[in-house]
């Protein structure tokens, strides 16, 4: 057999020792000649009609460079994952706290800082709306167009009401998710430069290829004229995959001819960067007495918040693994999403699977103890295997390891909680 230089190898991280010795250069390292500082002027309301925007005092203060808004977008002002919904600077709504309404460039982040409190901004506050429930409300104010439902999913295999019918035992419970933030160390930053025709962008970022699309729509220029570096990342965990400052960079250092480098504190990351989403999910379960899985029969609703994100995919990640890693034959799955004026939930390291985990392993907890059954040994009963069928209709062929995964779990547990029959 030959030798493979990667599989089987002990392979160093690529830039394991640069971060150890702490040469890495991250965005915020970037330095660059002749280089402005940028700051954004955010929403301090969650919902709001936008009627003015007086810029004239904060460009009038010396070591601004440029203010620009909406106005100022040669091209598109529409960001975003899968929908176009987010603004790169209002326009029209304010839709959460947070929102950018203006963009400022000077010689220092002092002089863009005080320049942010000269900006008078005009508005006519709404009603927010910020839970799942009052979303879905029919006169419930709406966040966007004439319903806040983002979207609706289904997802159907067998009958479910005959299998209940058949079940011995039925439990039914609900579970609710909060928001998390992805607290990750380096917050985000970028840096633009404009030269000879070409916007170069240096950004902490997972996603470069999708920022250049996202520039160069908002440029009017093609793509073969906008540069996206990924720099030394200090973490993301799916909540640097949305934009966060590389149109506003791009944008000021297109005006301005320089350099304009952004760097956020953990505050704004906070406010603006995207969350787990928040979900609420019932789950009815039937088995049989001995422990066999018939049917699951539930409905799910999630906030992403003010924008989609990776709203549509997280929704349908969360209900094809509502049935977890246990083959059940007769599923009935209903999931709708809707928009708030909350913070915008994205990707956030498992698509939603995580919440759905929260809801099928407390359902086989209840199941168990209704049956006076061994926990384990229910997940062992209803656990996938080559040939399963999942909820969605695959037929599993190879790589199955639930069971060996708990069987080898009980064991260590085992080893560690229990010496010589005396608990630790």
């Given at each position: 057999m030959n030798k493979l230089n990667i599989v089987g190898q002990s392979v160093e991280k690529k830039d394991s020792l640069s971060k150890a010795l702490g040469t890495a250069i991250f965005s915020a390292d970037i330095e660059l000649d002749n280089m402005l500082y940028g700051a954004v002027k955010r929403s301090t309301v969650a919902s709001a009609i936008l009627k003015n925007i007086n810029t004239s005092k904060a460009k009038a203060l010396p070591g601004v460079a440029a203010v620009l808004t909406y106005k100022d977008i040669p091209g598109d002002n529409r960001i975003g994952i899968i929908l176009k919904d987010e603004p790169i600077l209002v326009d029209d709504k304010i839709r959460r706290v947070g929102d950018a309404l203006a963009i400022v460039a000077a010689e220092t982040k002092?002089?863009?800082?005080?320049?942010?409190?000269?900006?008078?901004?005009?508005?006519?506050?709404?009603?927010?709306?910020?839970?799942?429930?009052?979303?879905?409300?029919?006169?419930?104010?709406?966040?966007?167009?004439?319903?806040?439902?983002?979207?609706?999913?289904?997802?159907?295999?067998?009958?479910?009401?005959?299998?209940?019918?058949?079940?011995?035992?039925?439990?039914?419970?609900?579970?609710?998710t909060n928001y998390f933030a992805h607290m990750?160390?380096?917050?985000?930053?970028?840096?633009?430069?404009?030269?000879?025709?070409?916007?170069?962008?240096w950004s902490s970022t997972q996603n470069p290829h999708f920022d250049r699309g996202e520039v160069a729509r908002m440029l009017k220029m093609p793509q073969s004229k906008v540069r996206s570096i990924q720099a030394t990342t200090?973490?993301?965990?799916?909540?640097?995959?949305?934009?966060?400052?590389?149109?506003?960079?791009?944008?000021?250092?297109?005006?301005t001819g320089r350099p304009v480098k952004f760097v956020r504190n953990r505050?704004?990351?906070?406010?603006?960067?995207?969350?787990?989403?928040?979900?609420?999910?019932?789950?009815?379960?039937?088995?049989?007495?001995?422990?066999?899985?018939?049917?699951?029969?539930?409905?799910?609703?999630?906030?992403?918040?003010?924008?989609?994100?990776?709203?549509?995919?997280?929704?349908?990640?969360?209900?094809?693994?509502?049935?977890?890693?246990?083959?059940?034959?007769?599923?009935?799955i209903t999931a709708t999403f809707v928009y708030t004026n909350n913070p915008m939930a994205g990707a956030f390291r498992g698509f939603g699977v995580p919440q759905a985990a929260i809801a099928h392993e407390g359902q086989m907890d209840l199941l168990a103890k209704k049956l006076g059954m061994d926990p384990i040994e229910l997940r062992l009963k209803n656990a996938l295997r080559v040939g399963s069928v999942t909820s969605t209709g695959q037929v599993l062929t190879d790589g199955v390891g639930i069971v060996e995964t708990i069987e080898k779990a009980v064991e260590k547990a085992k080893e560690v909680i229990f010496k010589e029959g005396e608990v630790k």
């Open positions: 002092d002089i863009a800082e005080e320049a942010l409190k000269l900006i008078e901004i005009e508005y006519e506050e709404l009603e927010p709306v910020f839970s799942i429930e009052d979303a879905l409300k029919e006169e419930s104010p709406k966040v966007h167009g004439t319903t806040n439902v983002l979207q609706t999913k289904n997802l159907v295999r067998g009958d479910v009401d005959e299998a209940l019918k058949q079940s011995d035992v039925i439990v039914e419970d609900t579970y609710k990750f160390i380096e917050p985000e930053a970028g840096i633009a430069k404009y030269e000879n025709g070409i916007l170069t962008f200090g973490g993301g965990f799916g909540g640097k995959l949305d934009i966060s400052v590389q149109c506003h960079a791009a944008l000021l250092a297109y005006y505050e704004e990351s906070m406010m603006v960067s995207s969350k787990r989403h928040p979900m609420t999910l019932k789950l009815k379960t039937g088995a049989t007495k001995d422990g066999k899985i018939l049917a699951l029969d539930a409905h799910l609703t999630g906030d992403t918040g003010a924008y989609a994100s990776y709203g549509p995919a997280v929704i349908a990640r969360a209900m094809t693994h509502l049935t977890g890693p246990y083959e059940v034959p007769n599923v009935r």
